[in-house]
């Protein structure tokens, strides 16, 4: 089966996307592919990729995130395969609000285990979907950033958009 694939110029560098039938396979800040494919499961890779100037509602909600709206990409039909706790943690990090970030403890809870703090965190790091599964919403218990596939500067940017967005949303009109 084949798939589109799309590469956007973003404030934190190039983005690509991997996507079958309006759906996400994966997505990254990357000009490379083949740094995508491999996080996508063996039974979901495409066989062959046709490069598009864009994906409609997909690329739509990466030029939203960056103009200051995240909601959209939440929208965004993804398609990834794994385990139960995985699948389910990946659909729960999406009801995660930008601006507020949680702890992989947080994350582990929210995902109906609070003892698989490590299973959450490989959640995270598996997720080949960045942006539309919003694994840069998870920190330390510390605050500190932890880690981030595409480098902890573009998780700190993304999170630093989002709070400064969250903000202002709740500031007094």
Not at 14 to 32: E, K, Q, Y
Not at 59 to 79: I, Q, T
Request: proline share 8%; charged share 15%.
């Amino acid at each position: 089966m084949n798939a589109q694939l799309l590469t956007l110029s973003t404030p934190d560098g190039p983005f690509t996307i991997i996507a079958r039938d309006g759906a996400v396979l994966a997505s990254g800040w990357t000009a490379d592919p083949g740094e995508l494919t491999g996080q996508i499961h063996a039974d979901l890779l495409p066989g062959a990729f046709e490069t598009v100037t864009g994906l409609g509602a997909i690329s739509e909600a990466v030029e939203e995130f960056y103009s200051g709206n995240p909601g959209p990409a939440m929208a965004v039909p993804v398609l990834q395969k794994s385990g139960p706790f995985r699948g389910h943690a990946w659909e729960m990090l999406r009801t995660v609000p930008p601006g507020h970030p949680v702890t992989y403890t947080e994350y582990a809870e929210l995902a109906g285990n609070m003892k698989a703090v490590r299973a959450a965190a490989s959640a995270c790091a598996f997720n080949a979907a960045a942006l539309f599964v919003p694994c840069h919403r998870v920190i330390r218990t510390d605050g500190s950033l932890g880690g981030f596939r595409w480098g902890l500067a573009i998780k700190e940017s993304l999170l630093d958009r989002e709070h400064a967005e969250a903000l202002q949303q709740s500031a007094p009109r």
